[in-house]
């Protein structure tokens, strides 16, 4: 997973620009993967360059100049390093320092990241392993995709595809006509 974020931050470090705004790079990624990614290119092939990184990946904090957090269309005071290690712990965001923490806004539960990250730490597994169906595509995923995009161009594109398959195999059969009776010309 992550090929089209690996390849376009791969085109965005070989321009050899001053200044790289990053938008979440590391979230298609595996951990270990992710790791590399920002070891190798954030890190190493930009070093001298202005990077701005903007991701939910909590690890990257560690290794940043500086950091803000930006909720509710404001930018917020740059956390400290224990706000950081809270937020790790817990998965929810903890209170910015010099903010009052009985008018912080707090989740009911903790983001799906952080259940799903603590049920397969249960499990001893860093990955979970995805669910998958074998067979034909069902019938409502057809009926999804048929509502999502609209009748209208649904059947746009159903008659489409029907004049572009009766216009090959005309042009099939045109062609093995004329070649049958190449001798008669």
């Known amino acids: 997973g992550g090929q089209k974020a ?3 931050l791969a085109r965005a470090a070989y321009s050899r620009k001053q200044a790289y705004l990053l938008d979440d790079p590391l979230a298609a990624l595996d951990a270990h993967v992710a790791r590399h990614v920002f070891e190798a290119c954030i890190r190493g092939l930009l070093a001298g360059t202005t990077r701005i990184l903007c991701t939910h990946n909590v690890l990257a904090l560690a290794e940043t100049d500086a950091h ?5 269309r404001t930018i917020q005071a740059a956390p400290s390093a224990p706000v ?11 209170p910015m320092p010099g903010h009052d923490e009985s008018t912080a806004a ?9 259940k799903a990250s603590e049920e397969s730490a249960a499990d001893g597994k860093l990955v979970v392993e995805e669910e998958r169906d074998k067979g034909v595509v069902k019938l409502h ?7 999502a995009v609209g009748s209208s161009l649904s059947i746009a ?3 489409s ?4 398959q009766a216009s090959r195999n005309v042009s099939d059969w045109w062609l093995s006509f004329w070649v049958s009776n190449i001798d008669d010309y």
Not at 106 to 114: E, M, N, V
Not at 141 to 147: A, D, G, I, N, P
Not at 161 to 164: D, F
Request: aromatic fraction near 10%; proline fraction near 10%; charge should be negative.
């Open 157 to 159: 594109v159903l008659v």
């Open 106 to 114: 707090t989740p009911s539960d903790p983001p799906t990241g952080a």
């Open 161 to 164: 595809l029907l004049a572009m």
């Open 6 to 8: 690996r390849l376009s």
């Open 84 to 94: 950081v290690e809270a937020e790790e712990n817990t998965g929810a965001p903890a």
């Open 68 to 72: 803000y957090r930006i909720s509710d």
């Open 141 to 147: 995923v057809y009926r999804t995709y048929w509502l």
